[in-house]
C-alpha cells in the first residue's frame, strides 16, 4: 500500500515539474499564444490524471482489494493538492512574465515613437536650413511639405507646395 502511495506521488511530481519547465520556459520565450493553449492542455491533463486515478482506485476497491483501492483514492486526493498549486504556479509564472513582455514592447513602442519624431524634426530643420541658404530649391520645398503632410500638418504641407 505504502508503495503505491509513493508510486503515485512520485508520478505526480514529475508530472507537476513537466508542467512547470513547459511553462516557465515558454514564458521565457514570449511564446504567449502556444504558452496558453498548453495551460489549458495542462489544466486537462490534470483533469485526466486524476479521473484515471480515481477510477482505478474505485474499480480496485470494488473488485480486488479494498484497501489498495482506498490507498489509490487517498494518493489522488494528494495529486489533486499537488497539482493545483502546479496550475496556480502556472498561471502566476505566464501572467507575470506576459504583463512584463508586454509593458517592456510599450516602453520600446514609445521609444521608438520618439526618436521617429526627433528624426523628422531634424530632417525638417535641416530642410528649413537649406530652403533658407537656397530659397528657389523647390525639390527641399516638396520634400518639406511631404514631410509636414505626413506629420498631419496639411495647411503647411500645401503652403510649401504652393512656394515651390
Partial sequence: MRLIKISITVFTVVLCFFMLYVIYHNSKQ???????IMFYYAIGLSILYLIVLITIGLI???FKNNQAGN??????RFSFILLLITLIMNF?????GFNQWKYEADQAGHTNSELKKKVVQKRLDSLDQE????PNNYLAL???GLLK???GKV??????YESA
Fill in 71 to 76: 490507498s489509490i483514492v487517498k494518493s489522488a
Fill in 149 to 151: 503632410r505626413q506629420n
Fill in 155 to 160: 495647411e503647411e504641407s500645401i503652403s510649401d
Fill in 131 to 134: 530652403i533658407l541658404n537656397s
Fill in 142 to 144: 516638396i520634400q518639406r
Fill in 30 to 36: 514570449h511564446e504567449w499564444f502556444s504558452l496558453s
Fill in 60 to 62: 480496485v476497491k470494488g
Fill in 92 to 96: 502566476v509564472i505566464s501572467t507575470t
